[in-house]
């Protein structure tokens, strides 16, 4: 298991220096996350001199995470772009030379890809994600770079059984998970009980997961539950059955520090680290 963070970066590849690198080591990291703002419009020797100068800095590409339109669109057009747009990306993740690309599933609401739709999760929704995952996969495979898909509880991909089936129908090798259990807290239930929703996600999904993000989850004292994110270390998540679960399915994976302002990115890892050492692991190189 090895040691990153998806932040402490410039906002866009062509910004990368050594110093980047620098700051990434020096706050106990070995590999980041490197956003591609638009694959369509991507310059080759832009990302191949990023992915350069982070590797001679000791700092490995983990994801390219990029920007494109919803692929579950009800739009043919606009869900036509967002395949496009996904397979440039695996191209960009070629240049960077990065071990995965990261894949959001979308939404239909407008209001952005992380966001609730009644219709999400219904069979049309599901079948235009299985369609859109099928051309872009075709496209990892052609750069040899997976595909590492997310969940969300808001998404069409709610639950791990959703995300084994998602997988499952695409059928493609290169077609893997991200994992990120916090992200499929949806309800008191599961936040009072992480172990068990951990336990589950790597039961179904464990032999798909090729990455993961880690963050943490609290909630409000009041009338109706609101569940937010907080400082990892300072919520309810069991980490170190994340991490020990995350090490057996993936033990040269990239533990992705994220959704933190670069100021709170190294309390974060000091509670990240204290984890790993109450799960008896060590981090790799």
């Not at 990065?98 to 979308?106: F, L, M, N």
């Not at 039961?203 to 994110?229: F, M, N, Q, W």
């Amino acid at each position: 298991m090895r040691s990153g963070v998806v932040g402490l970066m410039p906002r866009h590849p062509r910004e990368v220096t050594p110093e980047t690198a620098r700051r990434l080591r020096e706050n106990g990291f070995t590999g980041v996350t490197v956003i591609v703002p638009d694959p369509l419009e991507a310059k080759r020797e832009e990302y191949e001199r990023a992915g350069a100068i982070l590797r001679d800095g000791g700092i490995a590409v983990a994801q390219a995470n990029p920007r494109y339109e919803i692929i579950v669109h009800p739009d043919e057009d606009k869900r036509a772009l967002g395949i496009r747009g996904l397979q440039a990306a695996c191209q960009c993740a070629a240049w960077l030379q990065a071990g995965t690309t990261y894949v959001r599933p979308g939404s239909l609401n407008p209001s952005g890809p992380w966001t609730p739709h009644p219709e999400n999760t219904s069979l049309k929704t599901l079948m235009r994600l299985v369609d859109s995952l099928r051309q872009a996969a075709r496209a990892a495979e052609d750069v040899g770079i997976p595909l590492a898909i997310e969940a969300g509880g808001v998404s069409p991909l709610d639950t791990p059984e959703r995300v084994r089936d998602v997988i499952e129908a695409v059928g493609s090798p290169a077609l893997r998970f991200n994992a990120d259990p916090v992200n499929l807290v949806r309800s008191l239930d599961d936040m009072y009980n992480t172990t068990s929703l951990i336990n589950r996600l790597f039961d179904l999904c464990g032999r798909y997961v090729v990455c993961a993000h880690t963050k943490d989850v609290t909630y409000e004292s009041a009338l109706y539950p609101r569940i937010h994110e907080c400082l990892l270390g300072e919520g309810v998540c069991d980490h170190v059955t994340y991490l020990r679960r995350f090490e057996e399915a993936c033990p040269d994976g990239f533990m992705l520090i994220e959704h933190l302002p670069d100021e709170k990115v190294p309390a974060a890892k000091r509670n990240l680290d204290r984890f790993v050492e109450q799960a008896r692991l060590a981090w790799k190189e």
